[in-house]
């Protein structure tokens, strides 16, 4: 596996892989890597002959400093997981190098999102999809990849990825890949490592509520399975829900009956003390889906 840290560097590996006819599959990730991220990583070694993972903790999507402060970074290990599942190269720039002159002194290009980058995340982390969009058409840039794979714990994110690719014209094909579970049912993040031990056992509620609603919605209206989910999880120590919505899953707008889209989605954020979660479940989805 190369390690390339330069874009000039990185340009002339995808110049060379492009001549050579190869497909190149992208797997961008922030790094703190776990079992949810290796798994995006095997489907695009299954599928690519060239494979490119990218580690950078990209400081324009988050709108916290402390969030950003103390994201988990773990660069060797990152490293030597990524070489054992088979990635051909990891791209690993610095700040510099990919925001030369500072994150803030970019030419500020406003990405058309479209509705669903302004619910949800996008309501609660203002500018967050802006910056997600930014470093993602950038490294579609870079490493001109045909297929790029993202996890559906980010279930908004892949909506939004996929407005900015058809708003920006970037040719790609976008694979949305199931969300790894610990055994406990919690979904894996890298966030997950910030957790006490005792947040860390509470957590796993967060799937089995969810989980739950689903049996419960076959038997009860939208607005009753919102109230059951947030209701349960407040009541439990340390979680406290900053929203769940129930929303048609190409729109990402809320529902307010079950018959009103056949593919509809609860997503959610859960703080667990400091430790801000998410996760989604899915009530209703056509089979062509
Ligand atoms: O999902 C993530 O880890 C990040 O949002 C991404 C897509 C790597 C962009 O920084």
């Known amino acids: 596996m190369v390690i390339i840290r330069k874009v000039a560097e990185l340009l002339d590996f995808v110049g060379l892989r492009k001549e050579q006819g190869e497909k190149i599959g ?4 922030m790094g703190a890597l776990h079992e949810g991220h290796l798994s995006l990583v095997e489907r695009a070694v299954k599928e690519n002959p060239c494979v490119i993972a990218s580690v950078f903790v990209n400081p324009t999507q988050f709108n916290n400093a402390n969030d950003l402060a103390t994201y988990p970074r773990k660069e060797e290990e990152d490293f030597r997981l990524l070489a054992q599942a088979g990635v051909t190269a990891v791209f690993a720039p610095s700040v510099e190098e990919m925001y030369p002159g500072g994150p803030e002194n970019q030419t500020r290009h406003e990405f058309d999102l479209g509705t669903a980058a302004e619910v949800m995340e996008g309501k609660f982390r203002p500018g967050h999809f802006q910056g997600v969009a930014q470093v993602v058409s950038l490294l579609f840039r870079l490493c001109r990849p045909d297929r790029a794979y993202f996890g559906e714990k980010d279930f908004q994110q892949i909506a939004v990825i996929r407005n900015m690719i058809r708003t920006e014209g970037i040719d790609v094909d976008i694979i949305a890949c199931p969300i ?47 109230h059951t ?54 009530y209703r989805k056509p089979e062509s889906c």
């Open 180 to 226: 790894k579970r610990a055994d406990d049912g919690l979904a894996l993040s890298s966030r997950n490592a910030l957790l006490t031990e005792a947040q860390r056992a509470i957590a796993p509620e967060i799937y089995k509520t969810l989980k739950y609603s689903v049996e419960y919605s076959k038997e009860h209206d939208v607005r009753a399975t919102h």
């Open 229 to 282: 989910v947030v209701e349960h999880l407040n009541s439990q120590p340390e979680l406290e829900v900053e929203y769940f919505e129930i929303v048609d899953a190409r729109t990402l707008l809320p529902v307010e009956e079950w018959d009103e889209s056949p593919w509809i989605v609860g997503c959610i954020t859960v703080y667990c003390g400091k430790v801000r979660l998410i996760d989604n479940i899915t």
């Open 26 to 29: 992208l797997v961008p990730t």
